[in-house]
């Protein structure tokens, strides 16, 4: 059994990412250039910006976080939007969620200019995405596949079963899965709530996602032998052996399932680390966008 080190794997990614941006700037090129928007200070929120703006850092990138009180109104944020838009010293820009309630997220999404779209929220990305077109993809289904490229897991013809069907997770792991492409080409199944039978579908896959955000859910009665189980959930639980009171578990029963699995992702230490790898990798992208315009 393999453990799928996704630390391990974002480090060497962003050393990767870094080189390739040294030999930019000393050819006389700039620096990528995220920015980062964020309203109020909702705790999460702030570690994931603090989180972002460091690993900008060690990419060898330029960041800017746009903060903004929570009373800002909903046209004066898309008129931040849209200057964002059209700076084009901002190579890529992401958009905190949750937003107040008084500013519509899904007009806010749909305003982002697509090849500044690094969090792949963008309906029109989506839609890019589906029939095959270039986009920018969701961070944390794309941290997936990235770990299926780099751990050589075969994917072609492969039965895919994804556990969870959100928009950020779910549904565009599915389309990726399922994707003419190198990890892809799965024939996918999609469970959820009102699937039917869903033990024995998992007991089909040969490789699992699961993305449901329901600790221990996945037990080994679910997996067949020599499956490949990538574990997306991350859900804060109760814990008083620990100074904190609390610990990140996933989905998946890891003590358990790792005895019969080939390949698994730990919680922490798996999916999450190289969702953040993704938006590295996104806002380089878009850099190459932008300076070729």
Known sequence: MTIIDGKATAASIKQEIAAEVENIVNNGGRRPHL???????????????????KNCEVCGFDS????????????????LIERLNNDPAIDGYIVQMPLPRHID????????????????????????????????????????????????????????????????????AAIMLMEKATPGNCTVTVCHSATKDLKEKCREADIIVAALGQPGFVTADMVKPGAVVMDVGTTRVPDPTRKSGSRLAGDVAFDEVA???????????GVGPMTICSLMLNTLEAYRRNTAK
């Open 105 to 172: 997220s899904d007009r806010v999404a749909a305003s982002i200019a697509i090849d500044k779209d690094v969090d792949g929220c963008n309906p029109a990305n989506i839609g890019r995405m589906v029939i095959g077109l270039p986009s920018f993809k969701p961070a944390t289904p794309s941290a997936v596949m990235e770990l299926l490229k780099r751990y050589n897991v075969e994917t072609r013809g492969k039965h895919a079963v994804v556990l969870g069907r959100s928009n950020i997770v779910g549904k565009p």
């Open 259 to 269: 005895e019969i699995a080939s390949m698994i992702t730990p919680v922490p230490g």
């Open 35 to 53: 920015g980062i928007v964020i309203v109020g200070h909702d705790g999460g929120s702030e570690a994931y910006v603090g989180n972002a703006v």
């Open 64 to 79: 800017t976080v746009f903060r903004n009180e929570e009373d800002i109104t909903e046209e004066e944020f898309m008129n």
